[in-house]
């Protein structure tokens, strides 16, 4: 079983940055890449950005050049730096995690933090 904690989300004006933090914890054995993934209301959940274990990183187009996912092995945390927030990037946002643990190839879902941007 693993266990994600996410933090960062919060309220910020239009043109702001927030960071959003998840640690994966529990029997990982490797990862094979974390992300994040965001739901807006009455929208279907879409990829923002993901990290691989070779840290090669895949971004929405919506989010180049202005999200940056980052990773800190050695605490199993993975990072997005979100800048220049657009009222569109409003939405809940979920850590994804996938990797080998007990038991096996396992995909995870963190609790979602809600990201608001106003104009």
């Known amino acids: 079983q693993v266990q994600l904690v996410e933090s960062g989300g919060g309220s910020v004006q239009a043109g702001g940055s927030l960071r959003l933090a998840c640690a994966a914890s529990?029997?990982?054995?490797?990862?094979?890449?974390m992300g994040w993934y965001r739901q807006a209301p009455g929208k279907q959940r879409e990829l923002v950005a993901i990290i691989t274990g070779g840290d090669t990183t895949n971004y929405a187009d919506s989010v180049k050049g202005r999200f940056t996912i980052s990773r800190d092995n050695a605490k199993n945390t993975v990072y997005l730096q979100m800048n220049s927030l657009k009222p569109e990037d409003t939405a809940v946002y979920y850590c994804n995690f996938n990797g080998a643990v007990a038991g096996g190839w396992r995909g995870y879902w963190g609790q979602g933090t809600q990201v608001t941007v106003s104009s």
């Open positions: 529990g029997s990982i054995f490797s990862i094979n890449f």
